[in-house]
């Protein structure tokens, strides 16, 4: 079965500190992982998309790196800022078509 | 480029009721797929439209009901609503997740829907 799983559940970090937000996937044949970032009552929306050959991504201060060979990425978050606070969640997409499984997310509060 | 739009953004219903929601994709994106988004569960696949036709469908009951339209605009539908219908509705288009590449998709702002 296809699975996504995320974690920490849920990160308290202090303004400036760096985190680092996990996934483990079983998403067979894969395709591609997506991080997606989602503010409260707002639509996710893209950070990075990473393919089977790459294995680091960045976008300004979110970096992220995938493992293909144990099936893992992670998000790195440099220098955090108040508007990192969101919900992070892993997407991976099955190879061929559009099915996509989701992980619950990992959700951030950056405290002042 | 507008972004992927959704109306209403809030709705409260009561249970037994039905609803209605849009969603007008990304000009020239021909894929619409919605979601439902409760906190126990994360984001749920629901249904995906492409050129007015379901192509894939998530697990369901047949309460939950789309369709396309001819100018990618979709709805879906949700009667004899339940409390537990209560979810942020999240709709995200692609231009054809069948091209390398394609299937990038870009979400809505998402419909509130609370069921009393």
């Known amino acids: 079965k296809n699975q996504v799983e995320q974690s920490p559940q849920s990160l308290i970090i202090l303004e400036g500190k760096n985190c680092t937000l996990q996934?483990?996937?079983?998403?067979?044949?894969?395709?591609?992982l997506r991080w997606y970032k989602q503010d409260t009552g707002r639509g996710p929306v893209s950070l990075t998309i990473?393919?089977?050959?790459?294995n680091t991504k960045s976008n300004g201060r979110y970096t992220a790196t995938l493992d293909a060979d144990t099936k893992q990425s992670s998000l790195h978050i440099t220098a955090s800022q108040l508007s990192d606070s969101a919900s992070y969640i892993c997407v991976v997409t099955v190879s061929g078509y559009s099915t996509l499984t989701f992980g619950k997310g990992t959700m951030l509060l950056v405290s002042p | 480029k507008a972004g992927v739009t959704q109306t209403p953004r809030y709705l409260i219903k009561t249970r037994g009721q039905q609803v209605t929601l849009s969603c007008s994709p990304i000009?020239?994106?021909?894929?619409v797929s919605w979601y439902q988004q409760t906190p126990g569960q994360g984001l749920q696949f629901l249904f995906e439209?492409?050129?007015?036709?379901?192509?894939n469908k998530g697990n369901f009951p047949g309460r939950f009901s789309g369709r396309q339209f001819s100018n990618s605009r979709s709805e879906m539908n949700v009667s004899t609503l339940e409390l537990g219908d209560s979810a942020l509705y999240l709709c995200?288009?692609?231009?054809?997740?069948?091209?390398?590449?394609?299937?990038?998709?870009?979400f809505g702002p998402g419909t509130r829907l609370t069921v009393l």
């Open positions: 990473m393919t089977f050959s790459e």
């Open positions: 995200a288009s692609s231009i054809n997740p069948g091209l390398a590449g394609g299937n990038e998709q870009f």
């Open positions: 439209y492409f050129s007015e036709t379901q192509r």
């Open positions: 996934c483990n996937y079983t998403v067979s044949p894969f395709s591609n």
């Open positions: 000009s020239g994106h021909r894929s």
